[in-house]
């Protein structure tokens, strides 16, 4: 039996490996336009910042360039029609569902990547048990670090925020967990910024990979 009722998880970086795919997408224009390569570990670091900052770092333009939205919106398409490419789950993630699963422990995911490529490419995971709430940025009024996600995934769920767990690569995961009222987990084996220390995210556990989730969690 889980020690908690619900399992929230941030997706990009928690609960997938999406960065081979997002290196890949920024690959493809890079090559288009006879530009060196992005390597798959550089591109790690910058997954957070979303595809804005993807674009702004490879391409070396800011959102005020002219061409800036062009190049995003083509990287977007890119990225749309490879999402499940390579991303996989982190190693022992599916071993955690699994368990979820068999304690009938409900969980959800709480992301700040919009529906439009988080339901495909979960669809495309068939991840199992499946979710039992996916809350992306067009659901709610405000994203994380607001808790306003997790305390609507958490309604979706009938679980209150004090018995559940958010998992999270990134500050914002932590905060808006906090804010929420749940446990806190930093997965730093995710997309860690440049200069960024888990360790002084608040959080009530770190763990360095997702293989770690199953002591904690049962």
């Not at 559940?164 to 806190?184: E, K, L, N």
């Amino acid at each position: 039996m889980s020690r908690y009722r619900a399992v929230l998880f941030d997706l990009d970086g928690t609960l997938l490996d999406t960065a081979p795919d997002f290196a890949y997408a920024l690959n493809q224009l890079l090559q288009a336009r006879a530009m060196p390569p992005l390597p798959d570990a550089e591109v790690r670091t910058l997954v957070t910042d979303g595809s804005a900052g993807l674009v702004a770092h490879a391409f070396g333009c800011t959102a005020e360039d002219p061409l800036f939205e062009q190049i995003r919106a083509e990287f977007l398409a890119v990225y749309r029609a490879n999402l499940s490419r390579h991303t996989r789950p982190f190693p022992g993630i599916e071993a955690v569902l699994a368990r979820l699963g068999e304690t009938g422990i409900p969980w959800a995911v709480v992301t700040n990547k919009p529906s439009t490529y988080t339901t495909p490419l979960l669809r495309d995971m068939n991840l199992s048990p499946a979710p039992g709430a996916v809350i992306c940025p067009d659901h709610v009024t405000h994203t994380k670090p607001h808790p306003e996600s997790i305390l609507l995934a958490c309604a979706r769920l009938g679980v209150a925020p004090d018995a559940c767990i958010m998992i999270g690569d990134h500050r914002r995961d932590i905060d808006a967990g906090r804010s929420a009222g749940t446990r806190t987990v930093a997965a730093v084996y995710g997309y860690i910024d440049a200069g960024e220390n888990p360790a002084d995210w608040n959080a009530h556990h770190r763990i360095a990979s997702a293989h770690e989730l199953h002591d904690l969690l049962f």
